[in-house]
C-alpha cells in the first residue's frame, strides 16, 4: 500500500487518510490475531512466541504512522543519512583528539541536517562563521 501511495504522489493528508481508511484495519486485524495468538498458545520462551510478543511491544509506536501523513514506515531514509557516516568512520580515526572528534561530529551534524532541510548554503555560512568564545576554546581553535 505504501508504495501505491508515494507512486500516486499523495499529499500528507491524502496519505494520511489513505491509511486511515485501507492499512489501519489491515494493522487493527493483525494486532488482535496476535494478541489472540498469544492468548491462546503462550510459549514466550519459543522463537515464535518472541516474535509475537515483540510485535505486540512494538504497538505503540508503530500505530503512529497512522497520526501524521508524512511519517514513513521506512528507514530507508535514516539509513542513507547514516551511511556517509559509517564510511568514513576509518577517517575520524585521525582526528587527532577528543576535542577533534567532536568537532568532527559537530560540523558532520550540521552539515547532514542542512541537507535533509535541504539549505546547504546556510549550513555552509553557519560554520565559516566564528563561534562563541567558550565554545571555539571548548574546540581548541
Known amino acids: 500500500m505504501e508504495e501505491e501511495y508515494t507512486k500516486d504522489a499523495l499529499s500528507f493528508q491524502e496519505r494520511q487518510d489513505a491509511r ?8 487493527e ?3 488482535a490475531w496476535a494478541k489472540a495468538e498469544e492468548m491462546t498458545n503462550p510459549v514466550p520462551k519459543t522463537m515464535y512466541g518472541a516474535a509475537l510478543g515483540y510485535a505486540l511491544n512494538q ?16 528507514k530507508n531514509r535514516a ?6 557516516f559509517a564510511i568514513g ?3 575520524w580515526l585521525f582526528c587527532n583528539t577528543p ?12 552539515v547532514e541536517t542542512a541537507c535533509v ?3 546547504p548554503l546556510h549550513a555552509a555560512g553557519f560554520l565559516l562563521r566564528p563561534g562563541p568564545p567558550q565554545f571555539v576554546a571548548y574546540l581548541g581553535m
Open 79 to 84: 539509513e542513507r543519512a547514516v551511511r556517509p
Open 99 to 110: 576535542a577533534g572528534a567532536d568537532a568532527s561530529a559537530a560540523v558532520y551534524s550540521i
Open 29 to 31: 486485524e493483525f494486532f
Open 89 to 91: 568512520r576509518k577517517n
Open 59 to 74: 504497538k505503540s509506536w508503530l500505530v503512529n504512522v497512522f497520526l501524521d501523513g508524512r511519517l514513513e514506515l521506512s
Open 20 to 27: 486511515l481508511l485501507r492499512s489501519k484495519p489491515v494493522a
Open 117 to 119: 532541510n535541504e539549505s
